[in-house]
């Protein structure tokens, strides 16, 4: 039984962590997509980046609803400021953030006061952690979510329903988060035993899954967001990626080298512990393994940290269900502190630190915010020294200058007509500022289905960024709805698109475009498309 001054504990941890994601609270450039997409949404004009064009150019459906929802409460409820959406974003987060180490402390690690304390010092130090448990991007729903489905998984494990309904929700918030829960999912299956309700309780989890899916098919036309395809349809040779993606972990390892400090703890440790509970934290580690693999595959990301703050999660609780003795949680707890209290990137000091360097130094050309593999401070870059003067570092302006983090120039948020269609190099505040009356798309492919599907014509590409050639007449297709592609064969690959992602939502002949483009069976067109004109990446 806990003393008073025990019970005290806790509350102390919760603000100072807390204090901590406050102060280095922002809003990422990225973010910007799904507002966009929101506001399209609420406006009644399509589900998708550009109005009445279905293209998912987000990648978390979860978190989306959740910002759509609020926002539409707030424009009813609260007389409209121009960045609520800015607001509701960061405040939303910095609350999920909080609810997850609360649920961590008193769910997970219970009573144990020493554990309590090592568990909030390693959220509040980690830099990846505290920069996405904010950022406007869906982490800290996936962290939350994380936690319930592990709380289930230590706590009920035979509750076979409700952990796939939770795993379920953690893939509708980002698809390739089955990769980390699927293996403990599996075992739970197992170790409750094969049988008709058991098949039927993970048949019933999955609906959520299910459900999306064939909506996603139904109204998108495809099963995977757009910036899936963008993404993995590049045409750079697997090794490239797989070495990019080794660079990603020494990114982490030389910036923040106390997350995967922690994760290898917790594979060490997951591999000490025997009987029933060490098969439970195996099948947790095996899960770290696989969405590590999956991370490397990929290339990684251009966001320091990013991939890694789900399976730090895990890593954590790992260390915590492992009756650690108190000398080797000591040790541990010791060089976490020296880790975190002593990096230059420090969750503890000024948030604006890393970037005093040279006042007149493009941010690109700053080794303290790009690294040369591509891969960015992204928190660092925008919260407060954003080279084009918008600054969305929440402590930094997001009270003090009401036009932080603003809606596009324009009052309201009306559609009256396309009258041109552009290019940008960033689909985020740049895009949102365009309004809705300009059909944006951007170079790397995420909001335009037709340029996610041709490979990259950069030699040199940044990962997460791989730009595309626009084809002749693509843009005057897209501002006037007039098929104006002057190469024949493409011309006809993106009629049966643009059926898809512009035609009559009920139409049969769409449903039928649509089996056909997911089999491949427009693929010819592309082919000569790309033979003919050299473009085969």
Request: glycine share 8%; aromatic share 14%; with cysteine.
């Amino acid at each position: 039984m806990q003393n008073r001054d025990d019970r005290l504990i806790k509350p102390i941890l919760l603000i100072l962590f807390l204090v901590i994601i406050t102060r280095n609270a922002w809003v990422s450039d990225d973010a910007y997509i799904t507002f966009r997409t929101i506001e399209n949404f609420l406006a009644g004009y399509g589900l998708g980046y550009n109005p009445y064009t279905r293209v998912q150019a987000y990648t978390h459906p979860v978190w989306m609803f959740l910002l759509s929802g609020l926002y539409f409460l707030e424009r009813i409820f609260i007389p409209h400021s121009p960045n609520a959406l800015y607001l509701i974003t960061v405040l939303v987060s910095l609350a999920v953030s909080t609810l997850t180490l609360y649920l961590l402390l008193t769910k997970i690690v219970e009573n144990d006061l020493w554990l309590q304390i090592f568990t909030a010092s390693a959220f509040s130090l980690s830099r990846a952690f505290v920069d996405y448990s904010t950022s406007g991007l869906e982490n800290p729903l996936t962290h939350l979510l994380l936690t319930i489905f592990l709380w289930v998984y230590f706590a009920k494990p035979g509750n076979l329903f409700l952990l796939t309904l939770m795993a379920s929700l953690l893939t509708l918030n980002r698809q390739d988060v089955i990769l980390l829960v699927l293996p403990a999912l599996l075992w739970a299956f197992w170790n409750r035993g094969v049988s008709r309700q058991s098949v039927k309780a993970l048949a019933l989890g999955f609906i959520p899954v299910l459900a999306w899916e064939l909506f996603s098919i139904f109204y998108y036309g495809f099963p995977f967001p757009n910036t899936a395809y963008a993404k993995l349809n590049t045409g750079v040779e697997e090794g490239v990626l797989i070495q990019q993606g080794l660079d990603y972990l020494l990114n982490s390892l030389h910036w923040d080298p106390l997350s995967l400090f922690l994760v290898a703890c917790a594979a060490v440790a997951a591999l000490n512990v025997s009987g029933k509970e060490g098969a439970a934290l195996k099948a947790l580690l095996i899960g770290i393994g696989l969405y590590l693999l999956y991370i490397v595959k990929i290339g990684g990301d251009f966001m320091s940290g990013r991939f890694l703050t789900a399976l730090f999660l895990m890593a954590v609780v790992i260390l915590v269900r492992s009756a650690l003795s108190r000398r080797v949680l000591f040790l541990v707890f010791g060089i976490v502190s020296l880790l975190g209290v002593f990096s230059a990137r420090s969750t503890l000091w000024d948030p604006e630190l890393p970037l005093i360097t040279s006042p007149g130094l493009n941010w690109t050309e700053n080794l303290l915010l790009l690294d040369r593999n591509g891969i960015a401070d992204e928190r660092a870059v925008y919260f407060a020294n954003n080279t084009e003067g918008v600054y969305l570092g929440f402590v930094v302006e997001g009270f003090r200058n009401p036009e932080a983090g603003s809606r596009f120039a324009g009052s309201e948020w009306q559609y009256k007509t396309t009258k041109k269609a552009i290019v940008e190099w960033t689909l985020g505040r740049r895009g949102y500022a365009e309004g809705p009356n300009v059909h944006v798309i951007d170079y790397y492919a995420l909001s335009d289905p037709l340029l996610a599907r041709l490979p990259t014509h950069q030699k040199k590409w940044r990962i997460g960024h791989f730009g595309r050639e626009v084809p002749a007449g693509y843009l005057e297709t897209l501002a006037t709805g007039v098929n104006q592609i002057e190469d024949p064969n493409l011309a006809l690959y993106y009629e049966e698109l643009r059926a898809i992602v512009q035609g009559p939502l009920w139409s049969g002949e769409r449903l039928v475009k649509i089996w056909k483009f997911n089999t491949g069976q427009y693929d010819h067109w592309l082919k000569v498309y790309l033979d003919t004109n050299n473009k085969g990446g």
